[in-house]
Each structure stands twice: as structure tokens, then as C-alpha cells.
């Protein structure tokens, strides 16, 4: 059984950056595809971007693009998103989250593509 554990998130000023890392254990990280997903206040979970297992796809919403960057540390059993010039449309609950030999769809990942989530952790961005 996987288990995710998140790091990182807090309050930053626009423009500013901030690294959101999950620690894997119980399996193996280079297994699974896996994503980010944030949800706003009062809106629905969106997805913000995914790496299939083995890192041949991967995806970025548009809004994030050239912004933010997908990660695994295989040494380390983590994955992580970085995420610069941030503004306050980027402030939300964020999830990262897993799934065994999982791919990476396109036009985004879905939330039921995934079986195994992160706690979620908050990140504001102040104008």
C-alpha cells in the first residue's frame, strides 16, 4: 500500500515561488503515474499536471505552463511541483496524487485515474 505524505505550501507574494514536495513509502514512486491537482475555494478540484509511470507523457494545465514543473526523486521516493511567478488566481488546496503503472492523459489527468492522494496543503498567494 502506498502512502503520500505532502510538505511545502504556506503564503507567498505574487511573483514569488514555492516548492510542494510528497514523500512516498509503503511502495516503490517510479511505479506509478503521478499528478498534481488544487482546488479553490468554492470551485471544483482541478487538475494541474500529471507524469505517466516511466515519464513518457506528461501534461500541464494551461494555465500553469512554463510556471510550474513536475517531478520524482527516485533516490528520495518523493515527488514534487515547483511553482513560480505565482499569482493569486494560483492560491488553493493542493493534492498530490498516485496510481500503480498509471498514464497520463492528454488533455489532463482525472481525479478517479488515481487511488492513492496526499493530505493536501494550502498555498496563498498575496497581491
Known amino acids: 500500500q502506498l502512502a503520500l505524505v505532502q510538505s511545502g505550501g504556506g503564503l507567498v507574494q505574487s511573483g514569488g515561488s514555492l516548492r510542494l514536495t510528497c514523500a512516498a513509502s509503503?511502495?516503490?514512486?517510479?511505479?506509478?503515474?503521478i499528478a498534481w491537482f488544487r482546488q479553490a475555494p468554492g470551485k471544483e478540484r482541478e487538475a494541474v499536471s500529471c507524469?505517466?509511470?516511466?515519464?513518457?507523457?506528461?501534461y500541464y494545465a494551461e494555465s500553469v505552463k512554463g510556471r510550474f514543473t513536475i517531478s520524482r526523486d527516485s533516490a528520495k521516493n518523493t515527488m514534487s511541483l515547483q511553482m513560480n511567478s505565482l499569482n493569486s488566481e494560483d492560491t488553493a488546496t493542493y493534492y498530490c496524487?498516485?496510481?500503480?503503472?498509471?498514464?497520463?492523459?492528454?488533455?489532463?489527468?482525472?481525479?478517479?485515474?488515481?487511488?492513492?492522494w496526499g493530505q493536501g496543503t494550502q498555498v496563498t498567494v498575496s497581491s
Open positions: 496524487a498516485a496510481e500503480y503503472l498509471g498514464g497520463c492523459r492528454r488533455k489532463g489527468p482525472r481525479e478517479d485515474d488515481f487511488d492513492y
Open positions: 507524469v505517466s509511470n516511466g515519464g513518457g507523457s506528461s
Open positions: 509503503g511502495r516503490t514512486l517510479d511505479d506509478y503515474g
